[in-house]
């Protein structure tokens, strides 16, 4: 199975900051990526697919990237709505798997 | 607009068997793939297995021996059966389209 390992697993940061968390892929996935970000007592949200594609109604401030098997999300300027844990997901063979998850906290 | 909503039991007892039903609306199942995924209390989301759109199915690993999932195309649902339960299987259970369009999950506690 494909492993994705997921850094860091919590991460506090002030309103403004740019922000990244990355996930590694244990094996070739290509751009199988998609990133979620999930709100206590909510169903996760769908961020960005193809590992670099915004999804519908994402803010522009988000933005996820590839290097080699390294795959980040970024926030360019946090704002208090972006308070939650944000998951990776990679999608190209089964079983799909997901990275353990980054808690993104006010400093 | 599409909908997906689990429906199931609350509580089940130590080594009994979970049986979820995920109910979909505004698409076919024969056009798209509905995947489940669980969330213990607290802890991070785990991919259980998809139900493809052709009929075929994929599990994770560690679940492979204890679930199963099926579906009735003509009543639009997805089934989850998974058997053997223990108390780690407590956990918020999701289906899912696409990883777009999510149900509201379902808690399932394990305990006698």
């Known amino acids: 199975d494909i492993q994705m390992t997921q850094s860091p697993s919590s991460l506090p940061a002030s309103l403004g900051d740019r922000v990244t968390i990355t996930c590694r892929a244990s094996q070739d996935i290509g751009n199988y990526l998609r990133w979620f970000q999930q709100k206590p007592g909510k169903s996760p949200r769908l961020m960005i697919y193809?590992?670099?594609n915004l999804a519908a109604g994402v803010p522009s401030r988000f933005s996820g990237s590839r290097s080699g098997s390294d795959y980040s999300l970024t926030i360019s300027s946090l704002e208090s709505e972006d308070m939650a844990d944000y998951y990776c997901l990679q999608s190209k063979e089964s079983p799909n798997t997901f990275g353990a998850g980054t808690k993104l906290e006010l400093k | 607009e599409v909908q997906l909503k689990e429906s199931g039991p609350g509580l089940v007892q130590p080594s009994q068997t979970l049986s979820l039903t995920c109910t979909v609306s505004g698409f076919s199942l024969t056009d798209y793939s509905v995947h489940w995924v669980r969330q213990p209390p607290g802890k991070g989301l785990e991919w259980m297995g998809v139900m493809w759109s052709g009929g075929s199915t994929a599990y994770n690993s560690a679940l492979k021996s204890r679930l199963s999932i099926s579906r009735d195309t003509s009543k639009s649902q997805v089934f989850l059966k998974m058997n053997s339960l223990q108390t780690e299987d407590t956990a918020i259970y999701y289906c899912?389209?696409?990883?777009?369009?999510w149900g509201q999950g379902v808690m399932v506690t394990v305990s006698s």
């Open positions: 899912t389209r696409d990883s777009l369009h």
């Open positions: 193809g590992a670099t």
